[in-house]
């Protein structure tokens, strides 16, 4: 594993897969989404909303292929009952809802965050598979 900083802040990151001895030019290695994006988060009810924009432009495409629902989910299991994504390829951002992560809602929850705020701190905490070149260059910034 090697480390990304950014910041004074650290993170591991895959090595780039190999390929008969060598790496390939489309090898892969994964990265922490605080890298990549930005993020807000708030409450509707008893769902989260979190906004996460790439930081970059060139950075949204990898966000709308690797940060799915399903992974979303994955990463929320057994905080969330389903995630729906909405593309904003105008703003370079991707939406999620978070259904029933907020035990009610923010008027009757007895969640320490039941407006659901720290949800887009959690979602950057997210890896994501991302090019071997592009995590280098993440580790020089």
């Known amino acids: ?11 591991k990151v895959r090595k780039p897969t190999k390929r008969r001895g060598r790496a390939s030019p489309r090898a892969s290695a994964s990265a922490s989404l605080r ?8 409450d509707k009810g008893n ?3 979190v906004g996460l924009i790439a930081l970059e432009p060139e950075y949204y495409h990898i966000l709308v292929k690797e940060v799915t629902p399903a ?5 929320f299991k057994g905080m969330v009952s389903g ?3 909405f593309e904003l390829p105008n703003l370079n951002a991707l939406n999620f809802l978070l259904h029933d992560a907020l035990d009610g809602g923010g008027t009757i ?9 720290v949800y887009s701190t959690a979602l950057l905490r997210m890896e994501i ?3 071997a070149a592009l ?6 910034a």
């Open 1 to 11: 594993m090697a480390r990304v900083t950014r910041k004074g802040k650290s993170t």
């Open 35 to 42: 890298f990549l994006a930005h993020a807000r988060s708030g």
């Open 47 to 49: 769902t989260a909303n």
């Open 71 to 75: 992974r979303v989910a994955r990463h």
């Open 83 to 85: 995630v729906e994504r």
């Open 109 to 117: 929850s007895l969640k320490t965050d039941a407006q659901g705020k």
């Open 129 to 131: 598979p991302v090019p």
């Open 135 to 140: 995590a280098r260059r993440l580790a020089r």
